[in-house]
């Protein structure tokens, strides 16, 4: 018994509280109807759709990498890498894979000794952070194009790349800090020369194609059923929090809630106005949901939209702060424990989570000054 109290008990109260909070408010029947509805909803009509958009991108990516267009992105972004991030050029490919697919991408080539070699060992360790930045972000630009925006998600492209360069050079600041000797140590002192695959040269232009298009798309079959827990747990209890009864009054439909999240948020309402651009105080949930998924912080958009929340602004900060953050506070633990260095994930979160800040700071007031012009 004295294993289990310790963390039983507080939990039990915690989820509890929760619960009877909710249900006060809104009543037990409605908060179950409530939680169902809103939860099947997202799974038809936004899970689907990101799983399509996924799909798609996947397949695009893929031919991407089979066809050369990675590498010809690789040498035009290998001039910057030095400068902007104090990486290798080589880390560009990393940004271009990540962009094309998701966060995990950046640690299958850091776990590659071929790419690896090129690294110091406090470089390598801040790749957690730089892949971080790009993750999914072709599909965050291609899900707010589709919302009837074209201008503010490349704004917002921008805004996470800012973020990036600040979060990966405070983690690499943080943990020479920790780890002085990292400096100047290798990340991999022994390469393993691999024979490429030359199996695509005995192909058709026309199975290379197919092999690339159906490959690519099962990878984002892979990716959309991987946000499916995200999007309808995260999403769920963020909407309930955020959105407030019908003009009915509560009557367990979806998308219905306690405005906890907005009432706060209107407390310090002028610092998300200053910092963002935030009209409303229910558009705080974005970067909230985005901690965990940016696939369930997607899932607010449309909703948002009905509301008539959304602008261009708001779609250029969610675009910077969903592609900077895009969920690290689920991934970054699993990424820095796969590449041998956990202790350092404190300080990677600390340094993505001011990134993040910083992205959505400069998406908004390059939006100001993109509309004076």
Request: glycine content about 10%; overall charge neutral; charged content about 10%.
């Amino acid at each position: 018994m004295k294993k289990f109290i310790p963390t039983g008990i507080p939990c039990l109260i915690i989820v509890v509280g929760i619960f009877y909070y909710i249900a006060s408010i809104m009543g037990i029947p409605n908060m179950l109807n409530t939680i169902m509805n809103t939860a099947h909803d997202l799974l038809l009509n936004t899970v689907f759709y990101l799983m399509g958009i996924c799909v798609i991108t996947g397949a695009l990516g893929r031919i991407f990498v089979e066809f050369g267009v990675v590498k010809l992105l690789e040498k035009i972004l290998r001039p910057l890498m030095k400068p902007l991030f104090n990486l290798p050029g080589t880390a560009s490919l990393g940004a271009v894979l990540t962009f094309l697919s998701d966060n995990p991408a950046i640690i299958s080539l850091a776990k590659d000794n071929r790419f690896g070699s090129y690294f110091k060992k406090y470089q390598l360790i801040s790749l957690t952070n730089f892949g971080t930045a790009f993750g999914m972000g072709l599909l965050v630009i291609v899900f707010m194009i589709g919302q009837g925006y074209y201008s503010a998600p490349f704004i917002g492209l921008f805004g996470a790349f800012c973020g990036c360069i600040v979060s990966t050079r405070l983690m690499q600041r943080f943990t020479l800090k920790s780890h002085p000797h990292f400096k100047e140590e290798c990340a991999v002192t022994e390469v393993v020369e691999i024979k490429e695959d030359e199996d695509n040269s005995n192909k058709s232009l026309f199975l290379r194609i197919l092999d690339a298009l159906l490959d690519g798309g099962r990878s984002g079959v892979d990716i959309g059923i991987a946000i499916i827990p995200g999007v309808l747990v995260i999403s769920t209890f963020v909407m309930i929090l955020t959105f407030g009864p019908s003009a009915e009054g509560f009557t367990g439909a979806a998308y219905q809630g306690t405005e906890l999240l907005p009432y706060l948020a209107g407390k310090i309402n002028i610092l998300f106005e200053w910092l963002f651009g935030f009209k409303d105080p229910h558009l705080v949930a974005f970067p909230i949901t985005a901690l965990g998924a940016v696939g369930a912080a997607l899932g607010l958009v449309p909703n948002f939209a009905a509301q008539g929340w959304i602008d261009g602004n708001a779609i250029a900060v969610f675009t910077a702060i969903g592609m900077c953050w895009s969920g690290y506070l689920s991934t970054h633990t699993a990424m820095l424990d796969s590449l041998g260095f956990r202790q350092l994930t404190s300080k990677a979160i600390i340094a993505h989570s001011i990134g993040g800040l910083v992205a959505g700071v400069v998406a908004h007031w390059i939006y100001v000054l993109f509309q004076l012009f």
